[in-house]
Nanobody, 126 residues
Framework: QVQLVESGGGLVQAGGSLRLSCAAS????????IGWFRQAPGHEREFVAT????????YYANSVKGRFTVSRDNTKNTVYLQMNSLKPEDTAVYYC???????????????????WGQGTQVTVSS
């Protein structure tokens, strides 16, 4: 099973930027999509963005569209989430998760994702 480790979280002022990384170990021959989710205290885990294996297909939550960009470098087994124009409401623990690359439905829900990282805290001050 793919193992995932997030990094890059921290404290930033509103309007600032952060880049999160999701480093993956992979099974030989497996292709996987990666999703980013976040969870704020007292809230359910919510979808942020996802990218397929090739990097040619991405999808974003409306709340982050135009501000966040997901990308990947398969030579480094790493997926990135560039977060710009951060807002206090972006404060949360951010998780990356892996799904089969062939997943067609539900990529913006937690259902298809079968491996999760431990999360990294992002705090945006006003």
């Amino acid at each position: 099973q793919v193992q995932l480790v997030e990094s890059g979280g921290g404290l930033v002022q509103a309007g600032g930027s952060l880049r999160l990384s999701c480093a993956a170990s992979r099974r030989t021959g497996s292709r996987y999509g990666i999703g980013w989710f976040r969870q704020a205290p007292g809230h359910e885990r919510e979808f942020v963005a996802t990218i397929n294996w090739s990097g040619g297909s991405t999808y974003y939550a409306n709340s982050v569209k135009g501000r966040f960009t997901v990308s990947r470098d398969n030579t480094k087994n790493t997926v990135y989430l560039q977060m710009n124009s951060l807002k206090p409401e972006d404060t949360a623990v951010y998780y990356c998760a892996a799904r089969p690359d062939s997943t067609e439905f539900g990529i913006a829900t937690t259902g298809p994702y079968d491996a999760w990282g431990q999360g990294t805290q992002v705090t945006v001050s006003s």
